[in-house]
């Protein structure tokens, strides 16, 4: 494939209705995850899992890129094979969060702000060197109690358009993901204000600095009902109330929306996505970067188990088919049936 610039990639990456499959958790998540599955998270456990997410049949057709993590981008398969390679062997771009978390905000109780701009263009040259054809970093916004504060959503967004500038004049694409929390009992109109507020000021930072968005990709939160809340919206509510709040805020320019899965179950991130794409009206490819709802069924059918490896590999696959059908509002519960 031969992909010349920043728009080329961003819009490969979504071609087609493909998404992303994110499989760039941090050696303490991965660990997290594993533990779910009593798998030890030793770095060679990291390797055989993402080596036989990335060799799944499904994998091809349905997702145009990959996140990883700094561990994966340098580890080789078992047989020798560079992991990157074997993502591009599969028609997909190997990407890279870029990073390195979260620190508390002083004064802002509750809140935080992603860093990493230190040293970053450094770090961005290697990767690009690597093979890397675009970037993460993930800023995190908390609903609560008289949060989020302007001043957290304005650093966070802030950081986020610095980021995306760097990533560009190193050649790759940045993924701005800013992500509203669902953790908590606050309703979807809470979520729909401080996701409002965030592409605001995310679009207004993008903008002060130049950022091209033709090669960008946005990663936001779908608006729900906190995880917590005892009134669930609905599938239409949340797709309609998701699609205002992009419509308004997003630039028709930008070629594609990734959404994250936030914690929604496989079926339901599968059942949103597919909704907004019937109801259509935007210009920009609506598509997953799903890290969970992607992997949930197969890390659990993997459980470690080097017997188990075709059935986690199918699970997978089927997820990054279904939500393939969702991004081009195709899917049906019905097919979850097998
Ligand atoms: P989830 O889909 O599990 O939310 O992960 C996506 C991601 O990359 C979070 O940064």
């Given at each position: 494939?031969s992909?010349?610039?920043?728009?080329?990639?961003?819009?490969?990456i979504?071609?087609?209705?493909k998404?992303?499959?994110a499989?760039?958790?941090?050696n303490?998540?991965?660990?997290k995850?594993?533990?779910?599955?009593?798998v030890?998270s030793?770095e060679e456990?990291?390797?055989d899992?993402?080596?036989?997410?990335f060799?799944s049949k499904?994998?091809?057709?349905?997702?145009?890129?990959?996140?990883?993590?700094?561990?994966?981008?340098?580890?080789s398969?078992?047989?020798g094979t560079?992991?990157r390679?074997?993502?591009?062997?599969?028609?997909a771009?190997?990407?890279?969060?870029?990073?390195k978390?979260?620190?508390?905000?002083?004064?802002?109780?509750?809140?935080?702000?992603?860093?990493?701009l230190?040293?970053?263009?450094?770090?961005l040259?290697?990767?690009a060197?690597m093979?890397?054809?675009?970037?993460?970093?993930?800023a995190?916004?908390?609903?609560?109690?008289?949060?989020?504060?302007?001043?957290?959503?304005?650093?966070n967004?802030?950081?986020?358009?610095?980021?995306?500038?760097?990533?560009?004049?190193n050649?790759?694409?940045?993924?701005?993901?800013?992500?509203?929390?669902?953790?908590?009992?606050?309703?979807?109109d809470e979520?729909?204000?401080?996701?409002?507020?965030?592409l605001?000021?995310?679009f207004?930072?993008?903008?002060?600095?130049g950022?091209?968005i033709?090669g960008?990709?946005?990663k936001?939160?779908?608006?729900?009902?906190?995880?917590?809340?005892?009134e669930?919206a609905?599938?239409?509510?949340v797709?309609?109330?998701?699609?205002?709040?992009?419509?308004?805020?997003?630039?028709?320019?930008?070629p594609?929306?990734?959404?994250l899965?936030?914690?929604?179950?496989?079926?339901l991130?599968t059942a949103?996505?597919?909704a907004?794409?019937?109801?259509?009206?935007?210009?920009?490819?609506?598509?997953?970067s799903?890290?969970?709802?992607?992997?949930?069924?197969a890390?659990?059918a993997w459980?470690g188990?080097?017997?188990n490896i075709?059935i986690?590999?199918?699970?997978?696959s089927?997820?990054?088919?279904?939500?393939?059908?969702?991004?081009?509002?195709?899917?049906d519960?019905?097919l979850e049936?097998?």
């Amino acid at each position: 494939m031969s992909l010349n610039n920043i728009e080329e990639i961003a819009t490969y990456i979504v071609a087609e209705g493909k998404g992303i499959l994110a499989a760039d958790e941090s050696n303490p998540t991965c660990g997290k995850r594993f533990d779910s599955i009593g798998v030890e998270s030793t770095e060679e456990n990291r390797r055989d899992y993402r080596e036989m997410l990335f060799r799944s049949k499904g994998m091809k057709d349905n997702i145009g890129g990959v996140i990883l993590f700094d561990e994966t981008i340098r580890q080789s398969a078992a047989d020798g094979t560079l992991l990157r390679d074997i993502i591009s062997n599969q028609g997909a771009l190997p990407g890279i969060k870029v990073d390195k978390g979260l620190q508390p905000i002083e004064g802002c109780d509750g809140e935080t702000v992603t860093v990493g701009l230190e040293g970053l263009d450094e770090r961005l040259k290697e990767y690009a060197s690597m093979g890397a054809k675009f970037t993460k970093w993930r800023a995190v916004i908390n609903i609560g109690d008289g949060i989020p504060s302007d001043k957290s959503i304005d650093a966070n967004m802030k950081a986020l358009a610095d980021y995306a500038k760097c990533a560009q004049d190193n050649g790759m694409v940045p993924i701005v993901e800013p992500e509203v929390i669902m953790d908590g009992d606050h309703s979807i109109d809470e979520c729909y204000e401080a996701t409002d507020r965030s592409l605001n000021s995310l679009f207004s930072h993008l903008e002060q600095n130049g950022v091209n968005i033709k090669g960008t990709l946005l990663k936001p939160n779908m608006v729900t009902s906190g995880k917590d809340s005892s009134e669930q919206a609905g599938v239409n509510e949340v797709a309609k109330k998701t699609l205002d709040c992009l419509i308004k805020n997003v630039p028709a320019e930008l070629p594609g929306v990734t959404f994250l899965s936030g914690g929604q179950s496989d079926i339901l991130a599968t059942a949103h996505l597919d909704a907004m794409n019937k109801i259509g009206g935007f210009s920009w490819k609506l598509s997953f970067s799903y890290g969970r709802a992607l992997q949930a069924a197969a890390l659990k059918a993997w459980s470690g188990k080097a017997e188990n490896i075709f059935i986690s590999q199918d699970e997978l696959s089927h997820r990054a088919e279904m939500n393939k059908l969702a991004s081009l509002g195709k899917w049906d519960e019905e097919l979850e049936e097998r």
